[in-house]
């Protein structure tokens, strides 16, 4: 932009004040901005003196803007930082079935966290570079992000939304998480949307905007305060199943289809997941979408099932070694 004024200026300057046509004009300001030292095509007026003595003095501000910003690139991180970006959008583009977080605050982070903890791939959408600079800095490691609004077709779409099976919307408005919820579902028909509400009356916006499941964090926190006075062990049982205290717990899902064929068409009973791997079955979903709690061990997994598993991190990777195709 500054080099075309320069140019523009000496051309028009040359022009106006020398009477020069316009290849002269352009020979006159590419010997003066290139400081070659070739000599004037016929002697200059006092005006034209005065002129390109401005000139050259205006030429030297921009070539000395121009290194600082040169300098700014190379030395402070700038140039590798769009070189990381051009990298990591290309490891983006090689992505499939895997999850998008809208929002890096507090329960975008976390969502990521815990998604990544179960193996899966994960592309962030944020806004704010700060937030990501700051998960750097906190040792987080490499987090593939789109840096963009997460309301624009533009931004979903390099971050994969095409080819994506989840999206998380955890921005701050409800309004921008409808937005995105509305743009995901035209862009992806059949892609699983979760996303955070801060208001009661958002949910059916959100719901009709396309959305799955929403969730309300406030909501939920209040609740779990008063299930800590009237159902405490409830409460540290949950948070043992979500991964807190020392004792942790994890649920994991094995679906029919997942199941090795030499174990298909057993019962529960049959299959005797807990004495081979120490997890316990502690539901069923059937493919008609009802859940069993319990299920009577005679049950027998059937195509479109998923069997409900809870265990210790070591029970769960026995079950998954033992069981998982």
């Known amino acids: 932009m500054l080099a075309s004024i320069a140019f523009g200026v000496g051309i028009i300057g040359f022009m106006t004040i020398e009477n020069y046509n316009f290849l002269d004009a352009l020979y006159m300001t590419m010997i003066t901005i290139s400081t070659v030292g070739f000599g004037e095509l016929h002697p200059m007026s006092a005006a034209g003196r005065l002129f390109v003595s ?26 590798r930082t769009i070189f ?22 507090r329960n975008g982070s976390k969502a990521y966290h815990e998604l990544r903890a179960n193996g899966a791939r994960v592309v962030v959408v944020e806004q704010s570079p700060e937030l990501l600079r700051d998960a ?28 994506a099976r989840a999206l998380i919307t955890a921005l701050p408005k409800d309004a921008d998480n409808v937005f995105v919820a509305l743009t995901a ?21 959100l719901l009709r905007a396309g959305a799955d499941s929403v969730v309300m964090p406030d ?25 807190l205290g020392p004792n942790k717990l994890r649920l994991e899902e094995l679906s029919y289809r997942e199941i ?28 008609t979408g009802e859940f069993l709690v319990s299920p009577n061990a005679d049950t027998r997994p059937a195509a479109g099932d998923v069997l409900l598993v809870l265990g210790t991190d070591d029970q769960i990777n026995a079950l998954v070694a033992q069981f998982r195709v």
């Open 54 to 79: 401005v000139y050259i003095f205006f030429n030297l501000l921009v070539i000395a803007y121009l290194v600082s910003v040169l300098t700014t690139y190379i030395f402070d991180g700038e140039l």
């Open 84 to 105: 990381k970006m051009f990298k990591t959008d290309q490891e983006i583009r090689g992505y499939s079935d895997h999850v998008i977080v809208c929002g890096f605050g």
């Open 136 to 163: 750097a800095e906190n040792g987080e490691g490499h987090v593939p992000t789109v840096i963009g609004d997460a309301t624009t077709d533009e931004t979903l779409l390099a971050a994969g939304v095409v080819r």
């Open 185 to 205: 579902r035209g862009l992806n028909p059949d892609l699983k949307i979760i996303a955070r509400a801060s208001l009661k009356t958002s949910e059916s916006k």
């Open 219 to 243: 909501e939920i926190g209040g609740s779990h305060m008063a299930n800590l006075v009237m159902r405490p062990e409830v409460i540290r049982f949950l948070e043992m199943m979500n991964g």
């Open 260 to 287: 090795r064929r030499e174990w298909r068409g057993l019962s529960i009973r049959e299959l005797d997941i807990r004495s081979r791997t120490g997890a316990t079955v502690i539901g069923l979903k059937q493919s």
